[in-house]
Nanobody
Framework: QVQLVESGGGSVQAGGSLSLSCAAS????????VGWFRQAPGKEREGVAA????????DYADSVKGRFTISQDNDKNTVYLQMNSLKPEDTAMYYC????????????????????????WGKGTLVTISS
């Protein structure tokens, strides 16, 4: 019943920007925890950005701070990831994930765990940054 669908991936040159969207169906983002994760070929999945949709509190990986912004639109039941000043090392499959309603983002441990503890996952959208 719960489905997360990512969109907005593509191929851009270094220094460019992309905006990713995560739309939910059969699920409401309010008062839960939503994050973006990425995985490059041959590497482990890593946390990129997350948001506590009830409070608006956010967390970012050190590698993207100052360049990426996570936000939400409750009317559209969508979470976004605005990515600016993109670098070749940002190339990866980007996934949206969320926790069951009522589960907190407390401690943000799922970021370091590469998404461990998230309940729902999208299929991903590919981001490729050329030099």
């Amino acid at each position: 019943q719960v489905q997360l669908v990512e969109s907005g991936g593509g191929s851009v040159q270094a220094g460019g920007s992309l905006s990713l969207s995560c739309a939910a169906s059969g699920y409401t983002f309010s008062y839960n925890c939503v994050g973006w994760f990425r995985q490059a070929p041959g590497k482990e999945r890593e946390g990129v950005a997350a948001i506590s949709t009830g409070s608006g509190t956010t967390d970012y990986a050190d590698s993207v701070k100052g360049r990426f912004t996570i936000s939400q639109d409750n009317d559209k039941n969508t979470v976004y990831l605005q990515m600016n000043s993109l670098k070749p090392e940002d190339t990866a499959m980007y996934y949206c994930a969320a926790r069951e309603r009522g589960r907190r983002c407390g401690g943000w441990s799922f970021m370091a765990q590469g998404g461990g503890g998230m309940d729902y996952w999208g299929k991903g959208t590919l981001v490729t940054i050329s030099s």
